[in-house]
Nanobody, 126 residues
Framework: QVQLVESGGGSVQAGGSLRLSCAAS????????MAWFRQAPGKEREGVAA????????YYADSVKGRFTISQDAVENTVYLQMNSLQPEDTAMYYC???????????????????WGQGTQVTVSS
C-alpha cells in the first residue's frame, strides 16, 4: 500500500524557515516523480517543487525559486522541502505527491500525480 506521510509544518514569522519531510513507502521509490504542492484557502492547488527521484532533476515554481529547495534521501525514501525566507503568501496546506508508473511530462502539474499525502499546514505571519 502506497503511503506518503508529511511532517514539518508549523507557524513561523516572515523571514523564517521550515523544512517539510515526506516519507514514502509501499512502492519502488526509485524512478518516480515526487512533488510538493500547496493550496491556500480560496485558491487553486499549485505546484511548488518537484524532483525526479531517478535522475535527480528538480523543478520549481517561479514564486519559490531561490527560497525553496527540494531534495531527497534515497536510502530513507524521503523527500524534503527546505523553505527559507518565508512570506505570508506562502501560507497554505502543503501536500506531498508521487507519480508512480506514469511518464511525467509536467512535474508541477497536479494531474500528473496519482498518490497524495494528507498535507501539513504552513502558516507565516507578518
Amino acid at each position: 500500500q502506497v503511503q506518503l506521510v508529511e511532517s514539518g509544518g508549523g507557524s513561523v514569522q516572515a523571514g523564517g524557515s521550515l523544512r517539510l519531510s515526506c516519507a514514502a513507502s509501499g512502492y519502488p521509490y526509485r524512478s518516480s516523480g515526487m512533488a510538493w504542492f500547496r493550496q491556500a484557502p480560496g485558491k487553486e492547488r499549485e505546484g511548488v517543487a518537484a524532483i525526479y527521484t531517478g535522475g535527480g532533476a528538480k523543478y520549481y515554481a517561479d514564486s519559490v525559486k531561490g527560497r525553496f529547495t527540494i531534495s531527497q534521501d534515497a536510502v530513507e525514501n524521503t523527500v524534503y522541502l527546505q523553505m527559507n525566507s518565508l512570506q505570508p503568501e506562502d501560507t497554505a496546506m502543503y501536500y506531498c505527491a508521487a507519480a508512480l508508473g506514469v511518464w511525467v511530462l509536467d512535474f508541477l502539474n497536479d494531474r500528473e500525480y496519482n498518490y497524495w499525502g494528507q498535507g501539513t499546514q504552513v502558516t507565516v505571519s507578518s
